[in-house]
């Protein structure tokens, strides 16, 4: 209400819809009602609310009721997907968010390029944090896009990003000069 108190429960609201029919929603307790996202329009739909409290004349506004979202539409949020190695050759994935870049909670998923056009998933933990073992890793780096999604929420806009190679075993051949000697040393 203009006077910042709420509406009582009971108190019913219509915004435009398809087809030029109301959506009805009716208010609760606290003062707010739902509309699922699936009774939305495919569009948005500028027009005139309606405030019907009970016993009162019922009050116009002009209201715009947003498009429904497809659940799988990318977010605009943009965040940075940060990749830094253990000396095993795991790779440490930690998703930073934009701007301030928070972390992400437990159980957000990140997906970054993996090799044959198979996207490597990693489930973020406790620390902001998930770790792809070094053996999953592309045979080279691997730039592309990733994907930040936190739980129950729909992916980020694809960033940049390159996964990077998985180490390989080397192997360290030093000479003595004296001897001719070669000392083999496998890492």
């Not at 019913?12 to 003062?31: A, F, L, Q, R, S």
């Amino acid at each position: 209400k203009p006077d910042g108190s709420i509406y009582p429960p009971g108190t019913v609201v219509e915004i435009p819809g398809k087809d030029g029919k109301p959506i009805t929603v009716t208010i609760g307790e606290d003062g707010k009602g739902t509309v699922p996202n699936s009774d939305l329009p495919e569009g948005d739909i500028p027009g005139t609310g309606k405030i019907i409290e009970k016993g009162k004349t019922p009050e116009e506004v002009q209201v715009k009721t947003p498009k429904k979202l497809d659940p799988n539409e990318p977010q605009t949020e943009r965040p940075a997907i940060g990749i830094t190695r253990k000396p095993n050759g795991d790779a440490i994935v930690t998703p930073k968010k934009p701007g301030v870049g928070g972390t992400y909670p437990p159980g957000t998923k990140v997906v970054i390029p993996g090799d044959n056009d198979t996207p490597i998933e990693v489930i973020i933990g406790e620390d902001g944090s998930g770790i792809v073992p070094n053996d999953k890793l592309p045979k080279g780096d691997l730039p592309g896009k990733g994907t930040v999604t936190e739980p129950n929420k729909r992916p980020s806009q694809p960033v940049p990003t390159t996964t990077p190679a998985r180490k390989t075993p080397t192997v360290d051949l030093e000479q003595d000069p004296k001897t001719g000697d070669v000392t083999v040393t496998p890492k």
